[in-house]
């Protein structure tokens, strides 16, 4: 009773008419009150606002402190709010989020959020935004790995960055700036595409296939690609670095690509096999492929290194099979490396044995003397 009695004079003197502040205590809480971010990105915090006192709390909220190009928005239950009404010794949980610009400069940003209650309180929650970069707000292209290697053959896959980081979508046009010949292609998704649209502050990656031009000489070449639009523009450069060409050529000396054999009998050809490429070939297999009983044997067949624009001679030794009768026969013969490989298709004609036609002629001079003899002894009865 006495101190009710002393809380109500007291409140007369000072005219505010409330009871000691500890009776109204309000408090703001988040967990994570400091945290790294990047420019552009958008950092959302849930708070708890608690009305620890015995009557109804109605509060409003504002910034101080924020940077002017910041934005802020406070919501609660999916809606953006003016006022809140916290019940006595209850919580009421807000969502601030917090939009950092593109363009800021890198360090440590403080600010503090202020809850306005009608019965005096006035919680503050102070919070640490560390920028981690420097805000480009800019267009960005860029690729982990722009240094590819392979044969003129190969196709060269890159995988390109394309950042907006401006604050308004932009419509980019894809293109390089390559000489005659060579062909690249922009893949999204598997598809196609000659343009990519992003979103602020957004990423998407793109697929680069390269193709150089046949024939195209050993060297290191730079391929320049760009996307752009009418107010903001990047570009990236690629490298493909050219080991050669891979040719080979499996023939004869003189380009004949073919002869002549006796049932078994063997004979030895010449062959050529020729780099007409611009890269050295290494590990040349030398092989062929013949009629069923047929052999065929190289005096060497491995080629350790074959330089570019040289030829090697090789000589061969077939043998035809012993059953083989006149007529055409064909020797696939193949020269085959890990770069390249070349085939030939050799006729070889066979011819009938001399012994054997000896053979032949003996008997038919043998059955004609025998129809002689027949004739003679028993023709006159």
Known sequence: MWKRFIYFILAIF?????????????????PFTGISVTPGETVNYSVDLTNDSSSIMNTTFEM???????????????????QLSVEPNGTQTLSVEIEVPLQVEKGKYQFEL????????????????????????KTELNSEQPNMEGHADSTFSYQATLKNRTAEEQ???????????????????????TSATLEPNSTK??????TPPKNVKADTFTIPIKAATSSTSATAELEAVI?????????TPSGKLNTDITAGRDKTIDLQVTNNGTADIHDIKLSGQLPPNWQIEFKEDTIPTLEAGNSVKVQATIQASDEAIAGDYVAN??????????????RISVETSVLWGFTGAAIILAVLGGLFYLFKKYGRR
């Open 171 to 193: 419509h980019y046009a894809l293109s390089a700036d390559t000489a005659d010949g060579w062909d690249v292609q922009f893949k999204s998704g598997g598809d196609t595409i």
């Open 64 to 82: 101080k402190d924020l940077p002017e190009d910041w934005n802020v928005s406070i919501t609660s239950g999916g809606r953006d709010i003016e």
């Open 333 to 346: 013969l193949k020269a085959e490396s890990p770069e390249a490989s070349s085939e030939a298709a050799y």
């Open 114 to 137: 202020i809850a306005n209650g009608d019965n005096g309180q006035s919680p503050t929650l102070s919070f640490l935004v560390n920028m981690t970069e420097e805000g480009t707000f």
């Open 243 to 251: 080991t050669g060409t891979y040719s080979l050529e499996l023939s």
């Open 14 to 30: 000072v005219g505010g008419g409330v009871f000691p502040s500890s009776s109204y205590a309000a408090t703001l809480y988040t």
């Open 205 to 210: 990656d793109i697929d680069v296939e390269i």
